[in-house]
């Protein structure tokens, strides 16, 4: 248990900041999870919708400093893979 003033002090901000990161890392996973769900069901327009968004919010935690540039840039390529090859399937129909 921390005895300084500043000690205890430190250890309310950073359970304040842990909380707003798993809010992030949730409201990230959820956003994830519902373009898989789109692509699934093979709506382009609304896939394009959400992966800009899921882009997006990736972009913000990443400046933030919540997830590493690396890890923001890694999923982006990903989703942008994944609409890349939703709409070449469409297009070949």
Same mark, same amino acid.
């Given at each position: 248990m921390p005895i300084t003033k500043s000690a205890i002090k430190r250890?309310?901000?950073?359970r304040k900041k842990q909380e707003r990161n798993q809010q992030v890392h949730s409201s990230l996973k959820t956003l994830f999870k519902l373009f898989?769900?789109?692509? #699934? #069901?093979h709506?382009?327009?609304k896939a394009r919708s959400e992966a800009k968004n899921v882009c997006k919010e990736y972009d913000k935690a990443a400046s933030r400093g919540i997830i590493p540039k690396q890890r923001a840039n890694r999923k982006k390529r990903r989703i942008t893979y994944t609409l890349n090859k939703l709409v070449t399937a469409n297009s070949n129909k």
């Open positions: 250890m309310r901000s950073n898989i769900k789109t692509v #699934e #069901e709506d382009i327009n």
